[in-house]
């Protein structure tokens, strides 16, 4: 039997909170790609979970209808009639509701600058990411984190 070390190697705060926000960052991956929802079949996913994987996978490039479009191998026009059809939402509000729930997940479960969320939920400035929450939500980014983040 070896030894034991008599010390263990430290972790700094930094890279605790660096290995932290990737396993939070892997585990959404791993939920939205490997986890099947109830009732689903191998055999084949249906339009909805195309159109929301697809839209979870890119949300850092601000997809648009026409991305969606060329993935799907349809016209834009048919796509965005789809997408209402299969989600009640126009592909605009759905790609806004997963920026938002993506936005807040990060705040709450990682310790990322608002820049660094703003870059990963697609948006071109920290300006729109923060006037988008804030139309969202009635608070700013960093107030939400505030008031849902658990204690460290």
């Not at 070390?5 to 290995?19: A, C, F, H, K, N």
């Not at 490997?34 to 996913?45: A, E, M, N, V």
């Not at 608002?114 to 969202?136: D, K, L, M, W, Y």
Request: proline share 5%.
């Amino acid at each position: 039997m070896q030894a034991l070390p008599s010390t263990l190697p430290q972790i700094t705060r930094d890279r605790l909170q660096s290995i932290t926000s990737l396993s939070v960052m892997l585990a959404s991956w791993l939920r939205e790609t490997l986890i099947p929802s109830p009732g689903h079949s191998w055999k084949r996913r249906t339009r909805r979970e195309e159109i929301e994987i697809f839209l979870s996978q890119n949300l850092t490039n601000a997809p648009r209808l026409g991305d969606l479009a060329d993935h799907m191998g349809l016209s834009s026009t048919r796509t965005g009639h789809l997408v209402r059809e299969v989600t009640g939402d126009s592909f605009i509000a759905l790609r806004d509701r997963m920026r938002l729930e993506r936005a807040k997940l990060l705040l709450v479960s990682t310790l990322f600058k608002a820049t660094e969320i703003a870059v990963e939920c697609g948006f071109s400035t920290p300006q729109n990411f923060h006037r988008f929450f804030r139309s969202q939500t009635k608070m700013a980014p960093l107030t939400y984190r505030r008031k849902f983040s658990a204690p460290a």
